[in-house]
Each structure stands twice: as structure tokens, then as C-alpha cells.
């Protein structure tokens, strides 16, 4: 007989079962879950739902010479939560830890890291090792979690090793302040210890070069490099598999050169099928979505889909390689070769041939030594279409990747304490001497009509308004800032970008200036350097009649160089709010960066106390100008001509976030920054306020100073001070809405719900009255697939949290999808929308894509929210109403 009780736990037991195939968070719960919240006597939770124990004898055996709990004086805004950073145990002498776990398993270790002033203590002071056992394993040696962060731009790390079963179920961590750094101490903010599945079982991993050579890995530990979820996005760690823990980075910054591919993820008719190995190997988010090379055999024939990491030299990296086949059936559909470090890994690689049947994950290992050598410490991931195998498509997919470093003979996993860049350093210099409070400013080198940046100051008198109201706030986030940057937090490094006064630049230039002494030897030779006299002769001695904008910089003049060449040239205001940190910038990021898409540096001058800037000459200005009236527009462009602009614009920030080593953000993407040539050919420009974006495992921002302008600022940059490549991509959402609707990204003089353009159409997208503001004039010109899928890429834009928007690869094969749609509409295709009458309300309402590969954007429609507006967004970025 079956009673009540068997059949509800017969229901729990099938659906455990069923949640174990599903693969989402199925799976073992690990035997041994230790997450210790070091320094702290109280239990707490984490921003993702963990309860961390408190430092206390029951949960570990602690043996220490010296050490004492701690709590940090100050939160970095960045911390994903207090738990388990705000609190630490620190050493003084060799201090292990130990736990008792199951001596039959693998277990996962991560070490929380956030460097702050402990007892009082100097941060930069702290240089420690850790080793397990007797020392037969070394984690971290010469360690420094201050350098480490400091050269990351990053307020806290993490460091995750896989370690073989304990001897005797013990698992000791010995943490050792360096005897070669006099005073140091050591510390730990968090500890996690999770019994993990033996991921390596009995295979090997193939060696890379070595045909027919494995390497063993099961017995080895190893470091987890990198974790990215491919073609997905981020993944904390309460969304990974069996109570892992793992976390799952955004792949995109780390694609190297433009082809960046398409993302997609399984329709809803697909099911993933976890093969029983499989289940703890990676979450289901990472097997139902994937990066191709897209739908064009002859671009990916002569392009590689790649990705590059910076690594430790002399040691043998495992790459691992997740794959499940979302779109094609049958064998040889899709093959692929695959190369590490410019060597073939496997040729061939067929997902479906592996598995003998669609939507099964597959996960497969190859091994690499990387040396130790200038140079040489890169590690190369990149896919190619086989041409042997004259496969139905030529094309290559990944879903997951993982690179792991395995310790060497000496059981040794340490690597060298990162360097920061000397460009943060200088700038650290800079911004220390140019304030002693934190500034949201958003000055920039601004520009003119047709010249390099254009764009007037219009609208600053009725934004004084506004700045009244606001003044009171941002008074208070000024005290609130200089009470942060002092006493404790004192040691927190100070990022680049910040603003660099006029006045404070040019007293250190006496006749010629100091500008030039800080560029690069590269950019220098890549830059043409004038004189003052040819700059006078181009602008016939500054001519007023030359004059073709204004902006934050200064004046732009049209000029002529060479006997014919015409140029723009900027030549910065001794008044200007911008200085040589700005001039500095443009050089070094233009003198380095030629694309199509990017406005064209010819050269600079730096005499006489004079900063002036070269460029190509645009002859038909901003974009902005030939929008609206406030822009200047003298006839509006036709809605394809706006669209094609848009596309070469989304070009060029695609370049600019892949197509360098490190990803570049510009910061300040708007209409008056984005030119048309004669051609009209759209160039983005001003890259004044452009930073390096994220370049490490885990490091997933900027930390620095809100910079850019009002209107299109990214708000969770403006709320947090973390700058992403993300960024770029919502400024670049209200740029497709100012083309769309012919109107400023911000008018005061509009009723408060209308200020902010991007808080307006999403409101008035979720209304379904979007249609009714789009520009009279294109009444008749945009079919009604072209305006959906325009709409609904530009609203992904504006998502509030940057990982919920697009990559700007993403934005830009969308916006070329558009394209296609209103080609097909014009040639007879689909309707357009009738002169005279509103588009239907679902033109705007969702996204349809007919594409095989299925929508790149991802994701699900925005929420709704209540009709009501918060406009408390609009006016927090009108803090400064002077702009740029």
C-alpha cells in the first residue's frame, strides 16, 4: 500500500531526476560544501543566496603563530557583496588552516581576495604564500593581492585551484608571510572548499604538436585560468551545475580581431540531452547557446573565429572545449578545424559526428605548453571552416572554453604578481594632482560642425534649471566621496580618465609642451608631428572665417595642408576644461587604430603652450547635424542613408571593443561624434575620453570616474563607477533612437517624463505608442519588418544591467539584418508603412528574425514596468549640466 508520505517522496525523487537530465543545477550536491567567511564571527548570505559560516573553530582547525580577525574600513562599490569581503583573518606568522573533508574526492578551493588597510596596516605591505599539505602544492607564492588588483583595475580577486583527494581526509592550507618583504603579512577574506566530480576520470588530454602524446591530468592540480560561457553570458555561481560553484564569463573580450561571428542560443523545440559524464562538466546555459562564424561561407573561409589569453610562461596549460550542436542534424553539415597556439589541434572536428546525434554536449581536452620567454606568454584558441572535408557549411562553433594551468614538477602553481600599465600609473599620478575629491564630469574634446567633433553647446542655459535641483545632491555625493577617498581607503588606486584642468595641464608646459614627453615611441612614429607655423598657414593664422565648431576642447578649423590636402584641425582653448591627459589619449589611441569606421589622425602639434590635433576633413559633418534642427539640419536624410550610417558607426566601436589586443572603450559615443565623409561614409571620433576596457580572467570592469555625456550615459556606470564595453553599447541605444525620432538625447524644455530620450521610448515602447514619435519625415520610408527589427535591437540597447545587452557584434548583425529587410521591402518584399498612418503597435513590440541561425540577441523582452516614469534616472545625470 502506498501512503501519503511514499508518494510525495516518490514526487521528489522523480523530479530530482528530472532536474539531474535537465542538467539546470542537476546533478550530485557536493559532499564536502565549506564556504568559511574569514575574520567574521557571524554566519551571513551573499548577494547570490550562499551562507558563508563564520570564522569559528567547528567548521575548521586553525594553527596559527599570529593572527587576528579584521574588517575592512572601506566598501568598494564594486564588490558583488559584503559577504565574504568586508571581513578578513590576517597573519603574521605561518598560520595553517584545516579541514576535514572526504579523502576520496576532488575538491574545488577558491581564495576571496580584497586588499584594504586591515589593523591599520599598509596593503601594499601584504606579500604572502600559500601551499597545502607539507608544501607539496604551492598556490601562491610572493603573492600580492594589492598588485595584483591594481594592475587589473579591480577591487577583488579570486583565485580557484582543482586539487586532488587529501591524504587522510585532511585539507590543510598553510598561508606564509614572505620573508623577503620586510613587515608582511598575509590574509583571506573567504575560503571556499566544494568536494568536486573527477572531470579529467581516466582520460588524457591530447597533446598539442605531439601527434599521438597525451598528458595525464587527473592526479595533477591545476588553476583555473579561464571560464568562459561562449555566445552567453555571464553565469554566477548559483546558476552553475550540481552546487559547483563556478563562475562563467562573457567570451566576447576576449575574441581577438574583428570576426567576432554570430551568437545564438537552442529554440524553444530543442532539448539538451546530458549524456550521464557530462552533467557536472557545465551548466545547461553554456550548451544551449553558442557562437558561430556566421551565415557567409566565403567571409569565413578567409577568417579564423579566435580567442586569446594572457597566461603564466613555462607551464602546461589544458584547454578544454565545450560542445552541442543546436542547428545542424547530420554529419559532415558543419567541420571544422582547430588550432591552439597556431598549432592544429584536431582536424575535422565534427560535434555531430562526435556524438551521433543533435543537441548532445560533448566536451573535449587538448594540452600546451606555453614557455617562458618575452613574448611568449599567449595562449591562441581559434576555429576555421575544414576545406578537406567539403562539408554542407562552411562554418565552425563553440559553446564553452576553459583553460586551466597545471602545476610543474615542483608542485608549483605560482605565477608573477601582474604589473600595472604605465599608463595607469601616469594617470594615477595625474588625477592624484587634479583633485583631491572624486568629479563626475563629463568634459571631452567636443567639435564642430563638420570638423572632428561637432555639436553645440545648446541647451546649457535651460539646464540651469535643472542644476539648481539638483545641486543640493550633488553637493552631498561630493562630501560623501572626499569622506571615502580618505583615511582607510587612502590606498585605493585612482584610475585614468579622470579630468585633467586646463589650468593644472598647462602649468607644466613652458614653451614647448610637456605632452609629447609622455607618448609612446610607437605612437610618436605613427603620427606626423607639424609646427605651428605649417598649422598657421593651413588656418591662414586661426582665420574666424575657418571656424567649423566649438566644442569642450576648443575651436575646429578647416584647413588646408601639403598644397591641397583639406584637414580638420582642433586646437584646444586655453580655458577648456581638458588638458593634456585628453590630448594624450586621442594620439595614442588614434596613432595605433586605422579602420574604415574611425575618424583618421594625420598628425599633432605641441608648440608654442599650443595642443592641436590633425584629422581627415569630414565634408559632411555630424550626424547629429543632419538630424534635427537643434543639430543644424538643413534637409533630413532619407531613412536608408540614417541606417547605413548607423551600421558604419556600430563598425567602428565593434573595431574598437575586438579588433586590438585589449578591448578599447570609447566612452563617449554620440551623434555630434559620429562623422560622415564626403562619401558618407560614417567615422566615429573623439577619443579623448577612451580607456582600455578589461584584459584578466575575472575582470569584468574599469573602476574609474563617470565620464562621457549627459543623456547617453550608461546609468549602471553612472551608479557604480564600472565601466564595460557595455557602456559603449547603450550610448550607441540612444544614438539609434535620436536617429529614429529626430530629436536630442536630452531637451529640458520637453515635459519631465520626455527630458530623457531613452527613458521616453521605452515608455512610450511599452505603451506601444513608439510609432507616433518616430520622424515625421520618414513617414512612408521604413517597412514595417526593417522598423521591428530596429526597434527591438535599439531597445536591447538600453537595457539597465550591461549583461543583459548585446555585444556590439551582436548590434551590428542586426542592424545589417535590418538593412536586408528594407532592401527586400523596397524590391517589392515586405510592406513599408503607409505615408500618413501610424505602424502597427507590434512593429514595435517584438523581434522577429527568420534567420537559420536564430536570433543573435538573445534573451527575452524587457519587463514591464509601471505605466508611471522614474524619472529620477534622467535627472541624476544632470548633476553637471555644462556637458561637453
Request: contains cysteine; hydrophobic residues 35%; charged residues 20%.
Amino acid at each position: 500500500m502506498i501512503t501519503d508520505g511514499h508518494l510525495l517522496l516518490l514526487i521528489l525523487s522523480i523530479s530530482h531526476v528530472l532536474a539531474a537530465l535537465a542538467g539546470g543545477g542537476g546533478g550530485n550536491v557536493p559532499a564536502d560544501s565549506i564556504l568559511l567567511n574569514s575574520g567574521s564571527t557571524e554566519d551571513a548570505i551573499d548577494a547570490d543566496g550562499r551562507t558563508w559560516a563564520g570564522d569559528r573553530n567547528d567548521k575548521y582547525r586553525l594553527s596559527s603563530g599570529n593572527s587576528s580577525p579584521s574588517t575592512a574600513p572601506y566598501q568598494d562599490p564594486s564588490l558583488p557583496s559584503q559577504t565574504p569581503y568586508m571581513s578578513a583573518r590576517v597573519f603574521t606568522a605561518a598560520s595553517t588552516y584545516e579541514f576535514s573533508v572526504s579523502a576520496k574526492t576532488h575538491h574545488y578551493v577558491r581564495l576571496h581576495f580584497y586588499p584594504a588597510a586591515y589593523n591599520g596596516q599598509d596593503p601594499a605591505g601584504s606579500y604572502f604564500d600559500v601551499t597545502t599539505a607539507d608544501g607539496s602544492i604551492t598556490l601562491l607564492r610572493n603573492f600580492s593581492a594589492f598588485a595584483t588588483v591594481k594592475a587589473l583595475t579591480q577591487a577583488y580577486i579570486i583565485r580557484e585551484f582543482y586539487l586532488p583527494p587529501a591524504a587522510g581526509g585532511v585539507l590543510r592550507l598553510t598561508f606564509t608571510p614572505s620573508v623577503a618583504h620586510k613587515g608582511s603579512y598575509a590574509f583571506v577574506n573567504g575560503i571556499e572548499v566544494l568536494s568536486a566530480p573527477d572531470i579529467y576520470g581516466s582520460g588524457a588530454a591530447s597533446l598539442v604538436g605531439f601527434s599521438g602524446q597525451d598528458v595525464t591530468v587527473g592526479s595533477s592540480a591545476v588553476q583555473t585560468m579561464f571560464r568562459l560561457n561562449v555566445g552567453g553570458q555571464f553565469l554566477p555561481p548559483g546558476n552553475d551545475t550540481g552546487g559547483l560553484g563556478r563562475t562563467w564569463y562573457d567570451d566576447s573580450p576576449y575574441i581577438f580581431g574583428a570576426a567576432f561571428g554570430i551568437t545564438y542560443a537552442a529554440e524553444k523545440n530543442v532539448t539538451v540531452r546530458y549524456p550521464p559524464e557530462a552533467r557536472e562538466m557545465a551548466p545547461l546555459d553554456v550548451y544551449a547557446s553558442a557562437r558561430s562564424m556566421g551565415p557567409d561561407p566565403q567571409v569565413n573561409m578567409n577568417t579564423n573565429l579566435t580567442w586569446a589569453f594572457q597566461v603564466d610562461g613555462g607551464f602546461m596549460y589544458v584547454v578544454r572545449l565545450h560542445f552541442c550542436e543546436l542547428q545542424m542534424s547530420k554529419i559532415n553539415q558543419r567541420v571544422f578545424d582547430i588550432y591552439i597556439n597556431n598549432q592544429t589541434a584536431v582536424a575535422g572536428a565534427d560535434v555531430v559526428g562526435w556524438t551521433l546525434s543533435p543537441a548532445v554536449p560533448v566536451h573535449k581536452d587538448y594540452a600546451v605548453y606555453v614557455a617562458d620567454g618575452p613574448g611568449s606568454e599567449e595562449l591562441w584558441v581559434a576555429l576555421h571552416p575544414s576545406m578537406a572535408s567539403k562539408a554542407e557549411y562552411y562554418d565552425a562553433v563553440l559553446n564553452g572554453l576553459e583553460v586551466f594551468k597545471m602545476n610543474d614538477t615542483a608542485g608549483n602553481l605560482a605565477g608573477p604578481n601582474p604589473s600595472p600599465s604605465t599608463m595607469l600609473t601616469e594617470a594615477e599620478e595625474r588625477e592624484a594632482a587634479a583633485a583631491a575629491t572624486p568629479q563626475f564630469s563629463s568634459s571631452s574634446s567636443g567639435g564642430g560642425r563638420s570638423g572632428v567633433i561637432g555639436g553645440a553647446a545648446g541647451g546649457a542655459a535651460a539646464l540651469g534649471l535643472v542644476f539648481a535641483i539638483c545641486f543640493a545632491v550633488y553637493s552631498r555625493k561630493r562630501r560623501v566621496g572626499g569622506a571615502a577617498s580618505g583615511g582607510g581607503s587612502g590606498w585605493l588606486p585612482l584610475y585614468g580618465g579622470g579630468s585633467s584642468n586646463a589650468t593644472t595641464s598647462r602649468s607644466t608646459i613652458s614653451g614647448k609642451s610637456s605632452a609629447s614627453s609622455h607618448l609612446s615611441s610607437l605612437a610618436v612614429s605613427l603620427c606626423r608631428h607639424f609646427s605651428i607655423a605649417e598649422i598657421k598657414q593651413a588656418t591662414r593664422n586661426f582665420d574666424e572665417s575657418l571656424v567649423i565648431g566649438v566644442g569642450g576642447f576648443g575651436k575646429v578649423y578647416k584647413g588646408v595642408v601639403d598644397g591641397g590636402t583639406k584637414v580638420a584641425i582642433k586646437r584646444s582653448n586655453p580655458s577648456s576644461e581638458q588638458g593634456v591627459h585628453e590630448f594624450q589619449t586621442e594620439i595614442e589611441m588614434l596613432s595605433k587604430l586605422r579602420h574604415r569606421h574611425l575618424v583618421s589622425l594625420i598628425g599633432y602639434c605641441e608648440e608654442n603652450e599650443e595642443m592641436i590635433l590633425v584629422y581627415d576633413y569630414m565634408a559632411h559633418g555630424t550626424l547629429r547635424e543632419h538630424l534635427y534642427k537643434g543639430g543644424g539640419c538643413k534637409s533630413p536624410l532619407p531613412w536608408k542613408q540614417r541606417l547605413e550610417i548607423c551600421i558604419g558607426a556600430a563598425r567602428g566601436l565593434h573595431y574598437l571593443h575586438t579588433g586590438a589586443k585589449y578591448p578599447i572603450i570609447h566612452r563617449d559615443v554620440k551623434t555630434t561624434n559620429i562623422l560622415v565623409d564626403e562619401k558618407w561614409v560614417a567615422k566615429v571620433s573623439d577619443f579623448g575620453l577612451s580607456k582600455t576596457g578589461p584584459s584578466a580572467i575575472g575582470q569584468t570592469h574599469v573602476s574609474t570616474v563617470v565620464k562621457g555625456s549627459f543623456g547617453y550615459l550608461d546609468p549602471e556606470y553612472f551608479r557604480r563607477q564600472q565601466l564595460t564595453d557595455k557602456s559603449d553599447v547603450y550610448s550607441f541605444g540612444v544614438v539609434l533612437f535620436e536617429v529614429l525620432c529626430a530629436r536630442p538625447a536630452l531637451n529640458p524644455s520637453l515635459p519631465r517624463e520626455q527630458v530623457s530620450l531613452a527613458d521616453w521610448t521605452l515608455h512610450c515602447k511599452r505603451k506601444g505608442t513608439l510609432e507616433d514619435i518616430v520622424d515625421p519625415s520618414l513617414r512612408g520610408q521604413i517597412s514595417a519588418e526593417c522598423l521591428k527589427k530596429f526597434i527591438a535591437t535599439a531597445e536591447k540597447c538600453l537595457a539597465d544591467h550591461g549583461v543583459d545587452r548585446p555585444a556590439m557584434g551582436d548590434v551590428l548583425w542586426n542592424l545589417e539584418f535590418a538593412l536586408q529587410l528594407q532592401e527586400t521591402a523596397d524590391g517589392g518584399g515586405a510592406g513599408v508603412v503607409p505615408e500618413g498612418a501610424s505602424s502597427p503597435s507590434a512593429a514595435a513590440a517584438a523581434d522577429g528574425s527568420s534567420h537559420r541561425t536564430g536570433e543573435s540577441l538573445g534573451g527575452s523582452e524587457m519587463s514591464e514596468e509601471s505605466d508611471g516614469l522614474n524619472t529620477s534616472a534622467v535627472f541624476s545625470q544632470l548633476i553637471n549640466p555644462k556637458g561637453r
